[in-house]
């Protein structure tokens, strides 16, 4: 049997590579590789797609991450609450930022950070939340920004996973204090490398990422502070340009894909992704949960399907966080979820037929 990629990146962009590479010859053409005009007009694509007035290229997810929280004025020893089911990119942030990383569990029917378990997590020293959209899904945000408002603080929201995503009829982005894109090449929205984005309503937040992103630097050799070279690449701007206007369509096909899973998917006593009322998935992972995961994940593998675990074991327990002295245990719902997550191929470009094979293998699977 021909095997089934977990990811193929080509398929989808394959109908708009002339444009793509038009958009590329424009920027060999001027030269302007470091914060040349395609910046500037991204950002503003990017930050109208979200609904937010400030938008602010950098050099990674990450990057923007770490910038948000030092512009949002985190000092240090000061705590910040988030998940610890999430790439570690979420946390290194908080750290590097000079904060200090404080977890509290999930929500077990959508995975992603519990307001309650938040309002458990808080201290006098709490200062920001960090709740990620994970795999595609919004967060509670209406219970999270009920938390942060009594106790004035900052939400940044880990977009990474959510480009495009809905809640009750705001994109996600525009929904806490600052919003953090990556546009790392496998996320919804992908570039030809590294790339990330900030964006605000709050001018004093975007006005100090400008100046961190670019060294400090108010004019050439004039620097108010000290900061970064974490700027958004000219080149990865323009071919980003391009493909936003996909975007939609891109998340479309993601969501038709996912119907066409759980539709085949229904019934088997697996758990399936769901979708929080008045809001919308995008899909970057289409994760199933189920108790019998490694074996399924083998019999997938056997069988030249790919799948993958988002993630196997969550942060809290993870030799980098050791000096936090968390135990099994300390996060139920996070940890059960590391054992019974499988994400199944879905990205733009996967045919219904494959799509189908995938189906059918996990039925196989589960009739057993
Ligand atoms: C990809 C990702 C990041 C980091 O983005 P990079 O562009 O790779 O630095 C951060 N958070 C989450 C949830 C991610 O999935």
Redesign the pocket.
């Known amino acids: 049997m021909t095997n089934v990629p977990f990811l193929d990146l080509k398929r989808h962009e394959r109908p708009i590579r002339t444009q793509i590479r038009k958009a590329i010859q424009t920027v060999l053409d001027h030269g302007s590789y470091i914060l040349g005009p395609e910046v500037r007009s991204f950002e503003q694509a990017f930050g109208e797609y979200c609904g937010v007035p400030h938008a602010l290229g950098v050099s990674?997810?990450?990057?923007?991450?770490r910038l948000a929280l030092l512009a949002s004025g985190i000092q240090p020893g000061d705590e910040v609450i988030t998940t610890p089911l999430?790439?570690i990119?979420?946390t290194e942030s908080i750290t590097q930022a000079g904060g200090k990383v404080v977890f509290a569990d999930i929500d077990p029917e959508t995975l992603t950070l519990s307001p309650t378990a938040v309002e458990k997590a808080l201290s006098l020293k709490t200062k920001a939340i960090l709740p990620?959209h994970?795999y595609g899904q919004t967060c509670d945000m209406d219970g999270l920004m009920d938390v942060a408002k009594a106790h004035n603080l900052t939400v940044i929201e880990?977009a990474?996973?959510a480009h495009g995503a809905l809640y009750k009829g705001r994109k996600v982005g525009s929904l806490g204090h600052a919003a953090?894109f990556?546009?790392?090449p496998t996320?919804n929205l992908g570039g030809y490398g590294?790339?990330?984005m900030v964006v605000t309503s709050d001018k004093a937040i975007a006005d100090r990422v400008t100046l961190l992103r670019n060294h400090g630097r108010t004019e050439h050799y004039r620097h108010a502070v000290e900061g970064y070279n974490e700027r958004l690449d000219t080149l990865q701007a323009a071919v980003l340009e391009v493909k936003l206007k996909s975007l939609d369509r891109w998340n479309k096909e993601r969501g038709r894909l996912a119907a066409l899973y759980i539709k085949q998917l229904k019934g088997l006593g697996l758990s399936l992704p769901t979708t929080r009322a008045q809001s919308t998935h995008v899909y970057h992972l289409f994760t199933i949960r189920s108790r019998e995961r490694d074996r399924l994940r083998e019999q997938l593998t056997n069988e030249n399907i790919g799948c993958a675990v988002h993630y196997p074991e969550p942060l809290h327990l993870q030799e980098a966080y050791r000096y936090l002295n968390h135990k099994p245990g300390d996060f139920p719902h996070a940890e059960r979820a590391a054992q019974e997550v499988l994400s199944l191929p879905l990205f733009p470009g996967l045919k219904t037929a494959e799509a189908l094979r995938v189906a059918n293998a996990v039925k196989e699977f589960f009739k057993k």
């Open positions: 990674s997810g990450s990057s923007a991450l999430t790439f990119a979420t990620v994970l880990d990474a996973q953090c990556s546009f790392f996320k590294d790339g990330g």
